[in-house]
């Protein structure tokens, strides 16, 4: 038992958004608003929501829109990870909470080396492309209107669920 509590969830937890942020902030080389950073982190994980075209770096799964809502505490956590460490800075910009990478923070992202990052990294860039002419209003429309398809293409996820529960 007390080998349980001293596990670390790897994904999904602070650390893991805090990656992300970081590797947002890297791309986009411009302040972003915390609703800026949920959406950049999602699509980054979630192209194909943003662009059929596009492959993305997680898989097409049920309910996955869930995760859009889900992370806007997680994000705010990692957030204070990042301020308490000096990596990111913020800043008012246009009357709205900005955050930018400091120098510390710029440093760590270069020493951030696997495929995951690269990976991510490809992706984010991908997202920041596609969206840094849009608002964050104009996102977040984009958001509200499409978030119900995402995970929708699952029609027939019940079956699993039932194997889980009752199998």
Known sequence: MGKEKNKIAVLNNPIEHAIKIIVALKCAMTPLTRDRLVAYEYFALHLTDLNK???????Q????ACTYVCNHT???????ILLSR???????KND??????????????????????QRLTIM???VVSLLKNKSDADIQEYVEQNIGKWGSEFEREYILIKDVNHG
């Open 74 to 80: 997680d994000i705010t956590m990692a957030l204070e």
């Open 96 to 117: 709205r909470l900005c955050y930018t990478l400091t120098e510390a923070g710029i440093l760590f992202e270069e020493y951030l080396q696997n495929e995951y990052k």
């Open 86 to 92: 000096d990596l990111i800075k913020y800043a008012i």
């Open 61 to 64: 799964i049920p309910y996955r």
């Open 53 to 59: 075209n596009a492959e993305s770096l997680f898989p």
């Open 124 to 126: 984010m860039v991908e």
